[in-house]
Structure formats: C-alpha cells, structure tokens
C-alpha cells in the first residue's frame, strides 16, 4: 500500500505560520544558511542536478530557467512566486502558503541570492484572504528576524518581498499576464516572444515560479541536488503534491514520489469511491487536464510516460468522478468555467468557448443533433492549434478526452436520453 513521503510538507502546521524562532527549531532556514555560503553558480548547479521541474503546470526545468536569468546583463531582475491557484480542483499551494509559509521564503530568497534580484513578489489567489495576511506576517517576522530585507544574515545581499492579491480572474495565473496585472494593469497575457524571463515586470527580466517550486529549493540546497533527483523516477525527480476532490472517501492534498499511480492515489491514499459506487473517470490537472478512464489509472505519474501518452499531470489536480455523474454535465460545467474566463483576446478561444457551450447545453436539453456534436471535436481542434494562451490551448481537452471516452453517451443525448438522470431535457422530460 502506498504511502505519502513527505519531504516538502513535513513542517505544515507544525510551527506558527509567523514565528522565524519556532520554524528554525524544525530545521528551517538551514537551505538559506547553507546557499549563503555558496556561489550563486553553485546553487544553480544543485538545482540543475536535482532535475526539478517546475509545478505549476508546464514542468519547465527550472534550473535551466534559473540559469538563463542569472547570465542576463541587467540591473534589476524581478522573482514572482505564483500563489495565483486559480485552476478548479487544484488546492495543493494552499496547504503550503497557510501551514508553511516560512519556506517559501525561504526558497524565494535562494532563488533571489542565486540569480541577482533584490525584488520579489507573491502574487496570491483573491480568495486566499488569510493566506494573504498569512504571508504578509510571516515576511515582516523574517525581515525583523534579518533572513529578509537589508544585508541578510550579515551579507551584501538585499531581498524585500511584496505579496499582491489577485482579483479572481484565473488567467492572471499565466505568467505573463500575471506580470501584466503586478504592473497594475487589465491581466491578459502577452504574445509571445518575447518571455517574461527576458521582458517581463516592467520590461525587466523576471523570474515566475509556483508556490510548490519554490518550497523544493531549502530541501535541495540542503540535501544535495543528487540526493533530490535519487527520489521518484528517473525521469520525474522529488514528490509531487495532488489535491483530491470529488467522489471519493478522503479527499485532501497528498504528498506522492513521482511514479506512483493514479489508482493508488484514489484507492490507498483517498480510500476509494464514496458510497462504495463504481469509478466513471478521473480527471488529472484540473479543468484543463485529461479525463481518464479506470483502464488508465495504472499509468505511473511520471513526464516522460505522461507525455509519450499526450497526457499531463498539470497542477496536481485530481477529481474523481463516480458513475452517477453525466459526462456531457460534466464537459458543460468545465466549458462554462472557461467561457467565463477566457480573456476574450483572440477569436479560437472566444468564440471557441461560447461554441462549445452552446452545443453542450443543447445537449443536455435534448436539442442537440448528431451534426452539432461533431462540430465538439472541430471546434476542440481548432482552439487548441489556435488560441493565443495555454487557456485557450487547453480549455477543450476535457470536452474531447470525455468525447472519445463515452461517445455513445454523448450521442444518446440526441435522442433525448441521459443515462444518470442529470441533464434537464425539453418538454419536461428528465432522463429515462
Ligand atoms: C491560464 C493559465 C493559468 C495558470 N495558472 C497558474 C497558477 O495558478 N499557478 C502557477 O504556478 N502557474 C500557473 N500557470 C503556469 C504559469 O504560466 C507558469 O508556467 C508557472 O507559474 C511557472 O512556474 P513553474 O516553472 O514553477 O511551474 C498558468 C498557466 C495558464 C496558461
Ligand atoms: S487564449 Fe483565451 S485567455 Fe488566452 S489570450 Fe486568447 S482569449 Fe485570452
């Protein structure tokens, strides 16, 4: 049966949130202590070594990140932690910024002593108004404390952090229209190129990493890079958090070492199907991640593997759908949230999502021809080639993974029949 490993979440909850003195008595700070000792070289080495990728969806090598930004010839550079957590059924951040706050500080400010910034930003989620005050308390105990702010720890080096609250709009968790909405602008993302590492806060070179990210770094510096990348699989290095949500017995967020499955998250670790009902699909990555059905769950959580399937474990998100569920519901309410989201700046995307909407909700009215529901994958494809942003490029994937997954069901609502009962059908009708 498997386990949770927890080398990134064995300090939550077990310190105040605001006290420096109590978070150093559970080893705390000892990566900082150690990375001040080190060449900023020498950091970015570790970091390369323990073959990190970043977590807060595209898993880009974030020593290769760090590396670039360190060699860039400017003044200032800018580090943003991105605590944004806008992604529907993704609540892992959350854990890490309300119950550990210090070591992401702690691994922002390693991350600033290695590639020269003296600014940094935690660009947090709206609803995540305590954590807000949270990380605002535990930045002025780390400045009062001397591991933030002038001379750290007695060295040259200077660090302010700035926590800025979002809005609630989800797209501003995309890098460079987070850096559009710290400058104080409408938060819609940039073309690219150029990439906010080199233009990004105002048009400085700027560092964007997630929350979970960040808090790897104390561990890494610490142990090693080596002893890092010797955890999970060879190609996936560390443990990776999931946030488990919909119908299962324990949901909650868990601590895995990359190559664990699916199928032993939700049996072992969650404890299995509410009310003991059949499993339907699993989504993995949040609303914009893949539907899965029960003969995938034995896939390993690993890139390398994901990838080669066109799969992806995104932010973390896991959610579990039972047979009681209707998967044209399910596409509807995924979609809406997209159509609500989107940024509106380029046409696949929408048009795309009022599209996509549309059919669905014929659907479940029982209005829907067979044409119509061609046009989903269509209309999926084209979004998905192009759209601007990851938004839009990824909006439709759980549309077409369900399609393929359950076109019977999906074509029974032509008919006017819906196999769970969900859907409203017209003329008073419900499912048969
Ligand atoms: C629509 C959209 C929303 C995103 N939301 C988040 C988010 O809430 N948190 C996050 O860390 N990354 C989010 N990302 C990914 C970021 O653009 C960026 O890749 C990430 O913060 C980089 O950090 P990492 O390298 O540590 O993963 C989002 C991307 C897109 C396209
Ligand atoms: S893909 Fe959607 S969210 Fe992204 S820029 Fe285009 S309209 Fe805006």
């Not at 010839?73 to 957590?85: G, H, L, M």
């Not at 600014?119 to 954590?131: A, C, L, M, Q, V």
């Not at 850096?179 to 105002?202: A, D, F, T, W």
Request: aromatic letters at 8%; hydrophobic letters at 35%; glycine letters at 10%.
């Amino acid at each position: 049966m498997i386990q949770e490993l927890k080398i990134l979440t064995g300090l939550c909850g077990k310190y105040n949130y605001a006290s420096v003195k109590e978070y150093i008595s559970l080893g705390g700070y000892q990566g900082l202590k150690k990375a001040l000792e080190m060449k900023p070289e020498e950091i970015i080495s570790e970091v390369i070594t323990s073959n990190l990728m970043g977590r807060g969806g595209a898993a880009y090598p974030t020593g290769k990140k760090w590396d670039m930004i360190s060699k860039l010839d400017s003044q200032r550079k800018f580090i943003v932690c991105n605590a944004d957590e806008g992604e529907p059924g993704t609540f892992k951040d959350r854990k890490l910024i309300y119950q550990d706050p210090m070591k992401i500080i702690e691994g922002m400010t390693i991350a600033a002593y290695a590639i020269n910034s003296n600014k940094g930003y935690i660009y947090i989620r709206g609803e995540y108004r305590n954590g807000y005050y949270r990380l605002r308390e535990a930045i002025r105990s780390a400045n009062a404390a001397g591991y933030l702010g002038k001379s750290i720890q007695g060295t040259s080096f200077d660090f302010d952090i700035e926590v800025i609250s979002g809005a609630g709009a989800y797209v501003c968790g995309e890098n460079s229209a987070l850096c559009e909405s710290i400058e104080g602008k409408s938060g819609r993302p940039r073309l690219k190129p150029p990439y906010i590492k080199n233009v990004g806060i105002y048009g400085l070179p700027t560092l964007v990493n997630n929350v979970e990210t960040f808090c790897c770094i104390p561990y890494i510096i610490e142990n090693g890079g080596a002893n890092y990348a010797a955890i999970g699989t060879e190609s996936s290095a560390g443990t990776k958090l999931v946030s488990v949500s919909g119908n299962v017995k324990k949901p909650g967020v868990y601590e895995i070492p990359f190559g664990t499955t699916l199928r032993e998250i939700v049996f072992d670790l969650s404890n299995g199907v509410e009310n003991n009902n059949t499993l339907k699909f699993v989504q993995m990555g949040g609303a914009s991640g893949v539907c899965l059905t029960d003969s995938q769950l034995d896939i390993p959580l690993d890139y390398k593997i994901l990838s080669s399937k066109q799969m992806s474990i995104g932010s973390g998100a896991i959610v579990v759908a039972d047979q009681t569920n209707c998967v044209v519901d399910f596409a509807l309410m995924t979609m809406e949230f997209f159509f609500h989201e989107s940024c509106g700046k380029c046409t696949p995307c929408r048009e795309g999502n009022a599209q996509l909407c549309r059919i669905l909700k014929d659907l479940s009215e029982g209005k829907a021809n067979e044409n119509q529901v061609r046009h989903l994958e269509n209309i999926s494809l084209l979004m998905m080639k192009a759209s601007s942003c990851g938004l839009g490029k990824a909006a439709p994937t759980a549309v077409l993974t369900l399609f393929n997954a359950f076109k019977e069901e999906f074509l029974e609502h032509v008919t006017g029949h819906c196999r769970t009962g969900s859907c409203n059908f017209v003329n008073g009708k419900t499912a048969v």
